[in-house]
C-alpha cells in the first residue's frame, strides 16, 4: 500500500496526472509525509482492497478493480447520496439480482456478505465519488477491448479514470536497483501478503471459511517459504499471540510489536523498522487487521463462526490468535536480507 501510495504522491508532484484530489485533504505528517487523508481512503485499502486489488495482474484478480466498480454505479447523472446509498444497499445484501456487474458475477462468484457499518461504506463511496481510484495497468486495454464488442457502455464520471500514467510506470519498476532497505523490505512484505491474500480470499469464496482455514494450514508456510526463496530473503510473520507456535514472535520482535501497538491505536501511519548489520538489514512491519481476519481470527461465536473455530482448535491445540477487532496488530513481517 505504501508504494502505491508514494507512486501516488509522485506523480502528483510530477503534476503528470490531472488529479482532482482536493486540496483540503492534503495535511503534512509529522516526518515531513505529505498524507492525503479523506478517511474513505485508508478504509477502502483497508477493507475492500483484499480482493478489490489495484496491482493484482488480470489473471490474478479475484474480485473487479474499484475503478470498474465506479464505472458500474457512476453515471453522469448519479448523485453522490444516490451512489452512496446503492453502496450501501449492495454491501447489506450482495445478490445477483441486485448486481449491476453480471460478468464480474459470472467470473468471480457473488462478492461474499461482510457486516460493514454503514458509516464506513458512506466515507468510503463518498471518497470514491470524488477522487481517482487507482487504476490497474492492464485495465485501458480491458476497456478498450470490451468497446470493441459493443459492451462499453456506462460511461463513469470520467473523472481521471483513464490518466495516472505516471503512476502505472512507477507500479511496473520492480527491479531492486535505486529502492532504497526500507522500499525493499516493503515490497518483499506485500508481495507476500498479496500472494497469500490472493489464495485465502479466492478459497474463502469458493468454498467457505472452514475449507480456507485448511488452505492456511497446509499452505501459509509454503507460500511464504517460496517467496523467501523468489526474493532471496528470510520472509517471516510472527505474532505475539500466534496460532502456529512456529509462528511465536521472539523478544525483539515482541518489543517491536508493541512499537507498533501503540502507533496503529493512536491512528498513525506506522513506518517500517530497520536494523542494521555489516552484511544485512532486518526489517519489520505491522500486519494490520480488517473485517475479513476476524473470520479467522475474532471473537467465537460472533465473527468467528463455531464451525470454522471447531477445525481451527483440531489443527492448532495451542491457538492463541483469536478475540481480535478491525485494526489492530495481528503480527508483524519479520524479514531479513543481505546488503548488496
Ligand atoms: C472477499 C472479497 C471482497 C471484498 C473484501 C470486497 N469485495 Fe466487493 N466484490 C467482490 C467480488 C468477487 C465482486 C464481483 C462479483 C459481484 O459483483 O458480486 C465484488 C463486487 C462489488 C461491487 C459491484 C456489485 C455488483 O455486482 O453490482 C461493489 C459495489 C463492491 N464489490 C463494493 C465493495 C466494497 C465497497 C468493499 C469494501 C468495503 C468490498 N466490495 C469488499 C469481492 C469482495
Ligand atoms: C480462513 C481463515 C483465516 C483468515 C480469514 C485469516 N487467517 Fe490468519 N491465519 C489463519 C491460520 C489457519 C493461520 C495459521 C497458519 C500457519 O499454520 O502458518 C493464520 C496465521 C496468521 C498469521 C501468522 C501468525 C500466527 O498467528 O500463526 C498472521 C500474522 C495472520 N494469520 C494474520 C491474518 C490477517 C491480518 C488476516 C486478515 C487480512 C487473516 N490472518 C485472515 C487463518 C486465517
Known sequence: MKILFFAILITVLLGSCNTT???EYAVKTDNGEQMLT????????TNCYVCHNPSASQENMIAPPMVAVKRHYISEKTTKESFISEMQNWIKNPNETGSKMPGAVKRFGVMPKTPYPDETIKQIADYIFDNDIEQ???FEQHLNEEKGMGMGKGKGKGKGMM???GMQKKQTSINNQGLSYEELGLKYALATKAELGKNLMGTMQKKGTVAAVEFCNIKAYPLTDSMSVT???N???V???PRNPENQANSKELKHIETFKEVV????EPKPILEETNSKVMFYYPITTNSMCLQCHGTPNKELDSEAYKTIKALYPKDMAIGYNVNQVRGIWSITFNKE
Open 21 to 23: 484530489k482536493k486540496k
Open 38 to 45: 479523506h478517511p474513505g481512503k485508508k478504509l477502502m485499502e
Open 136 to 138: 490497474p495497468e492492464w
Open 163 to 165: 490518466n495516472g500514467k
Open 231 to 233: 526474493f532471496n530473503a
Open 235 to 237: 520472509i517471516k510473520r
Open 239 to 241: 505474532s505475539d499471540k
Open 265 to 268: 491505536k493512536n491512528n498513525r
